[in-house]
DNA sequence: CTGAAAGCGCTAACAG
DNA sequence: CTGTTAGCGCTTTCAG
């Protein structure tokens, strides 16, 4: 019923192994032979089964990518970087989803390997102790974007996160803002750690203390929650809002002007995501604009490096980031 | 290196048979064989190798999703209602991205049908003479959602969209509006030829004609394309603006708040998206409601019928609608 | 330049 | 309940 190499080499009275090697692309063919085989393959209509070809070479040009949220505009833009240099060098992807979950990351990245991906990229992610015990055991290059893990012993691509947050921190300090409240995403990830400490370091370098004046909140990284995390924000009598997430960043914003809060006179709002968010809403949300399509994108062609075995000079890459001062901000 | 079903066998001093077995979860194995088994899979780190287990059985508990554009809100959420019920049933997705490319699309679902997946789903898409063809010929379990094709051959999940848009056209044209603008999306889907049939309906249905008083525009999908077509939209003086997408009609809104028009009083806005965005942005969207969690569970529900050669009785299933006139409708 | 033959790691009859 | 034996469709030596 479905047509095999060994049909095709039977219609092209060529053996099969001649048949793999125009397959793929083998110069060791002459030109006839490899018309013939051609022609008999269009007539046949015949496509290979790229399994087969997985069990017989060990390779299956796909790499899967492990991503919390997909419908998550800022994982969807990193992707989308992933995807056009993967399919520039011939992979193709494979997206899970873990909806947040640890757990579900583990799994993700068990089922992958057990698919015998060629490498795995992850997307944000929490990437716990566990997790990082299959990556070691599995013996599969993996790439990891926009979060990092303490050791430093995976390949990562990221922007410093640390000096961002400083710079912003700073900014609105030496600007008079003295109640800085930081909203965290639940979905704990060391990225959102190393803004802490930025964070901190901002306020030391002025010799302040952040304990005093400064709040840090957690919330799911929607708009509702956003909306619903407000009350908090200003029983904190915050100036300053800072969050991981622009549709919180969203929902903070909106809460603030249901109270008549002028922004950005009476609170100020920034987001860490920069996701095309940013400019669909009014006052358009200062953020820090990562170049979320290119850590995507550096993050595959590093991820075919490894796949290649070829020699990598760095393999923690820190891409350039820029903060912009839209209307949320003064 | 890899430690195999064989190594398995060896250290459980049973055949790989009866591995096969316990991996498959066969109750004819005696318990104590069983445990047996499952000690040496877990002192080895033992995983079946996924792609063995396909070429084998001929099955691969995987299949594939054809996406437009992952980043596209509409098309993630359906996406999660894949997700789930995927999950559910024990199926893993592979999603791909076609960025609204024709071509792609085909690409995808023939490189979908070469890794032996056992069944897939159409997000949206095109949808062409072509790709219907290859379908055809794969025999592979389709189906599709959120999109349609004239024959109605393939098994799809979709509200009525042609009673939804005349439903609220007629109540436009009722309340005294008079010059309604439709914006399609670029992308041609059969879906938008519905729409615009039930425009004309509404219209016709009112003793009007549609050629005087109503415009049909095609953007792009996104937010500066919204912005953009907003001058050909004022020129029409439009008081009301249909569009496909959530982002255009936020463009849309935000260029006509620019030029000074009150919404909804100079100018109304529906879109027939429904997705987060509706409630992101001030004033709120009106929008037709799709169920699109729905729209996606109830597809990967019906494919997995297919795929277990289960009788369906209906396989052009339609959701129900509802209209919500939010902020930018009177 | 081409063919024969040996697997890749697993499932699935078929015996027993 | 368990083992033996063929493959699944392809790649890849190894000869020639």
């Known amino acids: 019923m479905t047509v095999t190499i060994y049909d095709v080499a039977r219609e092209a009275k060529v053996s099969m192994a001649t048949v793999s090697r125009v397959l793929n692309g083998n110069p060791n063919v002459k030109p006839e032979t490899r018309k013939k085989v051609k022609d008999v393959i269009?007539?046949?209509n015949y496509r290979p089964n790229a399994v087969a070809r997985g069990?017989?070479?060990?390779?299956?040009?796909t790499?899967?990518?492990i991503i919390p949220d997909i419908s998550n505009l800022y994982y969807s833009a990193l992707a989308r970087g992933l995807d056009d240099i993967a399919e520039m060098y011939n992979y193709q992807t494979i997206i899970t989803n873990t909806e947040n979950d640890p757990e579900k990351e583990k799994?993700?990245?068990l089922s992958l390997v057990s698919k015998q991906v060629d490498g795995v990229v992850f997307l944000g992610g929490a990437l716990n102790e566990e997790t990082l015990t299959d990556i070691k055991n599995s013996h599969v290059p993996v790439v990891i974007c926009g979060t990092?893990?303490?050791d430093k012993n995976l390949p990562s691509v990221n922007i410093d996160y640390f000096e961002a947050i400083k710079e912003a921190t700073a900014k609105f300090l030496e600007e008079g803002s003295e109640r800085i409240v930081f909203v965290k995403a639940s979905f704990s990830n060391q990225l959102e750690n190393h803004i802490e400490e930025g964070i901190k370091a901002a306020y030391k370098d002025l010799g302040k203390s952040v304990d005093d004046n400064s709040l840090i909140l957690t919330a799911d990284s929607d708009y509702q929650s956003?909306?619903?995390?407000?009350?908090?924000i200003n029983s904190h009598k915050a100036d300053v809002v800072i969050t991981m997430s622009d549709e919180t960043a969203i929902g903070v914003l909106h809460s603030a002007m249901d109270h008549d809060l002028e922004i950005p006179g009476d609170i100020q709002v920034l987001s860490c995501s920069n996701t095309r968010l940013v400019?669909?809403?009014r006052p358009q949300l200062s953020s820090i604009a990562m170049p979320l399509y290119d850590i995507g994108a550096v993050g595959m062609r590093l991820l075919t490096k490894y796949m290649n075995e070829e020699t990598v000079d760095e393999s923690n890459v820190i891409l350039p980031y820029k903060i912009e001062y839209r209307s949320t901000t003064r």
Chains 1, 2 share one sequence.
């Open 148 to 150: 990092s893990e303490k």
């Open 226 to 232: 956003g909306k619903d995390i407000f009350d908090q």
């Open 63 to 65: 790499v899967g990518v």
């Open 279 to 281: 400019n669909m809403v």
């Open 42 to 44: 269009e007539r046949l």
């Open 107 to 109: 799994d993700s990245f």
């Open 55 to 61: 069990l017989a070479s060990k390779k299956t040009t």
